[in-house]
Nanobody, 120 residues
Framework: QVQLVESGGGLVQAGGSLRLSCAASGIFFRINSMGWYRQAPGKQRELVAA???????NYTDSVKGRFTISRDNTKNMVDLQMNSLKPEDTAVYYCNANVVTGFRPPMDYWGKGTLVTVSS
């Protein structure tokens, strides 16, 4: 089994910053991509940012220039630095990892989520 545990959410004023972290643990061969998704009340879950095992990144347009995703492959961790936060960034943020656990296709695993609230 693979577990993803997020930390770093909280309440911040608009214009402020937060840093989310996610640590993967368990028994697995390799982690492919890692990423952060978010789900605001009444909305579908959406990809915020993702990073490949080689370090290639992609971001949803609304966070480009404000958020930065990074990972430490030695620690199986992925971080999301969020700057210039806006009230519309308020959501539950979920960590995601695409993991190779055995001689079968890679599977997606999810954390339980961490709430980010941005006040105006």
């Amino acid at each position: 089994q693979v577990q993803l545990v997020e930390s770093g959410g909280g309440l911040v004023q608009a214009g402020g910053s937060l840093r989310l972290s996610c640590a993967a643990s368990g028994i697995f061969f390799r982690i492919n991509s890692m990423g952060w998704y978010r789900q605001a009340p009444g909305k579908q879950r959406e990809l915020v940012a993702a990073i490949s095992s080689g370090g290639s990144t992609n971001y949803t347009d609304s966070v480009k220039g404000r958020f930065t995703i990074s990972r430490d492959n030695t620690k199986n961790m992925v971080d999301l630095q969020m700057n210039s936060l806006k009230p519309e960034d308020t959501a539950v943020y979920y960590c995601n990892a695409n993991v190779v656990t055995g001689f079968r296709p890679p599977m997606d695993y999810w954390g339980k989520g961490t709430l980010v609230t941005v006040s105006s």
